[in-house]
């Protein structure tokens, strides 16, 4: 993937690449779980039809159901925690 963003131009952060060091961090967990990386995959399985991400669906939809987690957690609207509490109930 990083050679393939290289060669369009993008570039990833190195600490995004070396994550070793930063295991704990939320920020880079949210980041890397975000729906730009869903959007990321999807189009290298869709549109450039590349085998690497062949059956990638699955992981595609986990990204965007934990995205939406981490937005319902950080928001500060009080009827998004009340959705999320009525929709594990």
Same mark, same amino acid.
């Given at each position: 993937?990083?050679?393939?963003?290289?060669?369009?131009?993008? @570039?990833?952060?190195?600490?995004?690449?070396?994550?070793?060091?930063?295991?704990?961090?939320?920020?880079?967990?949210?980041?890397? @779980?975000?729906?730009?990386?869903?959007?990321? #995959?999807?189009?290298?399985? !869709?549109? #450039?039809? !590349?085998?690497?991400?062949?059956?990638?669906?699955?992981?595609?939809?986990? $990204?965007?159901?934990?995205?939406?987690? $981490?937005?319902?957690? /950080?928001?500060? /609207?009080? #009827?998004?925690?009340?959705? #999320?509490?009525?929709?594990?109930?």
């Amino acid at each position: 993937m990083q050679e393939l963003q290289c060669s369009k131009g993008l @570039l990833a952060s190195e600490w995004h690449i070396q994550w070793h060091g930063q295991k704990m961090k939320v920020k880079l967990a949210a980041q890397t @779980l975000s729906s730009s990386v869903a959007d990321a #995959l999807e189009f290298c399985d !869709k549109q #450039l039809k !590349k085998n690497e991400f062949e059956g990638s669906c699955a992981t595609v939809n986990f $990204i965007r159901i934990v995205d939406r987690l $981490i937005d319902i957690l /950080n928001s500060q /609207n009080a #009827l998004a925690r009340t959705w #999320l509490q009525v929709s594990n109930a």
